[in-house]
């Protein structure tokens, strides 16, 4: 099994496997949702969810779940499809790649992080933000 869980802990996510791959989507509907835009791992197998989860049917067709307690998103779920985890659940997103853009042509111009240069390590920003608790949670 596969576990994760939310940034407060609160909502626990076990699934006997997930896919290799993870999408990243630039439909309105997802940047809404993630800000810019949402990434996903599917769901290959059994899916046990605990804690405090709210649902919000965000299209005709699927519904989007977060953490009652501090917020995180949790999934989209199409009715008839598997969960579409956001990989921020799981330690390295489950050790998962990038592995399909949908909604390519809608990616915004400035959104190519092949060409970003300026890389900072966890180690680099905890030592220059000394405020940030050292693992960068408390």
Same mark, same amino acid.
């Given at each position: 099994?596969?576990?994760?869980?939310?940034?407060c802990g609160a909502v626990q +996510?076990?699934?006997?496997?997930?896919?290799?791959?993870?999408?990243?989507?630039?439909?309105?509907?997802?940047?809404?949702?993630?800000? /810019?835009?949402?990434?996903?791992?599917?769901?290959? /197998?059994? +899916?046990?969810?605990?804690?405090?989860?709210?649902?919000?049917?965000?299209?005709? %067709?699927?519904?989007r779940a977060w953490c009652d307690?501090?917020?995180?998103?949790?999934?989209?779920?199409?009715?008839?499809?598997?969960?579409?985890?956001?990989?921020?659940?799981?330690?390295?997103?489950?050790?998962? /790649?990038?592995?399909?853009?949908?909604?390519?042509?809608?990616?915004?111009?400035?959104?190519? %992080?092949?060409?970003?240069?300026?890389?900072?390590?966890?180690?680099?920003?905890?030592?220059?933000?000394?405020? +940030?608790?050292?693992?960068?949670?408390?």
């Amino acid at each position: 099994m596969i576990e994760g869980r939310c940034l407060c802990g609160a909502v626990q +996510v076990r699934a006997e496997r997930l896919s290799d791959g993870m999408s990243a989507c630039f439909c309105t509907n997802c940047t809404r949702w993630g800000g /810019g835009l949402q990434l996903a791992l599917k769901s290959l /197998g059994g +899916v046990e969810v605990t804690g405090p989860v709210k649902v919000y049917r965000a299209v005709p %067709f699927a519904e989007r779940a977060w953490c009652d307690t501090c917020g995180s998103s949790l999934w989209l779920k199409d009715d008839d499809g598997p969960h579409e985890f956001c990989p921020g659940l799981f330690p390295n997103a489950a050790g998962a /790649g990038l592995s399909h853009i949908v909604y390519a042509d809608r990616m915004p111009d400035g959104l190519d %992080f092949a060409n970003v240069t300026d890389r900072v390590s966890a180690a680099e920003y905890e030592r220059d933000n000394p405020f +940030v608790p050292e693992g960068d949670m408390p």
